[in-house]
């Protein structure tokens, strides 16, 4: 029989996060949206609360647990603030790589100290020439006896000027097809953070840009085999970046949910909370119907990928539902607020702009449905 | 090596205490769908201990009496850091007041040996009569200090505590073993962490019903309590606007007038 249930301990895991969120993040999100920037008190919490080393493995020092763990965490995090949970996730698409692809030698020098949040990560693909498509990248490397040296600018890099370990892509200059993946650090000169973007929403969460001028990097660096880099940057955000969208989205999508069924039992219209207005009722009834099924969806693939499997075509059925809903239940919630919907000290607001920003990242809803035709048709 | 118990109770979410209806036929409590939690102040009973520990060598127990379904708030506290579980679980035990309730669980802190000192909330939030944890200490023989709002541990020595009292406070030296019920206002309770729930799958619950502790079935649960529960009804609060017309005078007049009737002046 197909169990649906959660165990005891994810129960206390989804306790334990809730707790967090409202106790520790709750309090700093007015500050990170009037700033936009991150706030340092959030990331010290999120790695004293042992969020950063979710899964990894426990011989180096992380929790050692799996997608279920993380998705419950996530999704609890972006209840409370939408920045943060997209700067954790963020955090363990850089560390994916790492684990899935780096040699014993590179997890025993990051994994300890991104687990603790001593390092913090990122994986750095995107650029002007290439986002839908990983293969227009510029940034390239050419070869220096055993070392590699790159040239090349990155853009829309989440944590791009607080990651400290980044796992970059770029592409020979001589063989077109050759891609390679590195992991750099801040102890290599010749890369540096350049431009902070200014987001719609996800105020306090920091996108940027990247360049890399003569960054000499060293053959122990190379994430997976030498050209066979696309492979280790799609693995990461096929799984884990997309994973971590729909667990962000859930999150948005509840506290859209909530908040509606708030306001429409607060606010009083013909004699009555307008929750007893049928459109009112319908619009709630849709925004539960998608976290329903956005549930369904999300945890089904974090279990395929915790018993063993690859479960990247799943997380890009997932990730479309989710962050098209988290998109709807914005809008719904919006309009659930009339007037009020449009002023700021109405959380609402934020999760709107929030929504706007849920779908581009780690592939627009037009890649997801590539991918997904790809896979019905295979 | 000091040995601390810590009592506490599964009650109903006092956050969705709006939901608790009481039957008007048989005056118990419909719980509904509203979920069991670790009642507020035990949490603030099991932070003194892990404070404590902090700082010395200590061993801590929780130890509950509830329905098997109470295992969950004792593995709670086992996540946040107490060393072992115990729950006091059996038919017989159902029903229990403030006195059947004392006295089970005093009789699992003498099973359970050696208790240096004991942590209760002062109340639980659904039964709120602050009486279990004066009664423990009474059938242990232990001296009790109930409200504690700030604790000074020493190694050999007795302890300073400082309780609240209704005008101000009262510092006291109090020689172990010691039963103490304590305040909100002793500490800020840590939160759950994920590596707490972790490291709480090695530890272990233990179960102990009527045979376990030995104890006549006479002395615990419905049949061991002498409270007798007479009435138990919900309050209505109800709003009424009146509007009052008149010279300024006769307004005021009336008002005070009103006021006399409702009883506020
Ligand atoms: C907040 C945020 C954080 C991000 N963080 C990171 C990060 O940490 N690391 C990183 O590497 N990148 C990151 N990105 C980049 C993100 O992955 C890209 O924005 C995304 O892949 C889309 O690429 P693009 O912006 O270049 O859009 P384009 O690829 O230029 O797309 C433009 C339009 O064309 C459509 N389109 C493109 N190809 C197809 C197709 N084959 N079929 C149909 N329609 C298509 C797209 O759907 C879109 O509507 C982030 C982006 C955002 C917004």
Redesign the interface.
Known sequence: MIDFTFT??QE??R???R??AE?MIMPKVAEMEKTGDVSQDVVKALAE???MG?TIPEEYGG?G?GYT?RLI?LEEISRVSVATAMMLQVFALGIEPIIKFGSEETKKKYLPGLATGKRLATTAVTEATGGSDPTGIKSSYTKDGEDFIVNGRKCFITNSHIADTITILAKAEDTPKAFCAFVIDENMPGWKATHKEHKVGMRGCNTGELSFEGLRIGKAQLLGAEGKGLGVTMAAIGDVGRGGMVGTALGLQAACLEESIKFAGQRILYGKPISFLQSIQNKIAEMKIDLEAGKLLGYRAAAIQDAGGRSSNEFAVAKYYTTEAAQKAAKMAVDIHGGYGCMEEYPVTRFWRDAAVLGPSAGTSDIMKVIIARWAMS | MLKIVVCVKAVPDPKAAGNIKIDPQTKTLLRGNVPMVLNPLDKNALEAALQIKTGMEVHITVLSMGPPEAASIVKECLALGADRGILLSDRGFGGADAFATAYTLAMGVQKNGDADVVFCGMASSDGATEWVGPEMATMLDMPVVTMVREIIPHADEAWEVKSALENGYRRMRVRLPAVFTVTRDLNSPRTLSFSGIIKARKKTITEWGLDDLGVSAERVGLKGSPTIVTEMRTVENTRKVEFIEGTREEKAEQLVQKLVEVGVL
Do not use: G, Q, W
């Open positions: 005891e301990e206390m895991f306790k334990a996060a707790e967090f106790t609360a042992d969020m979710i929790l647990l763990e965490a």
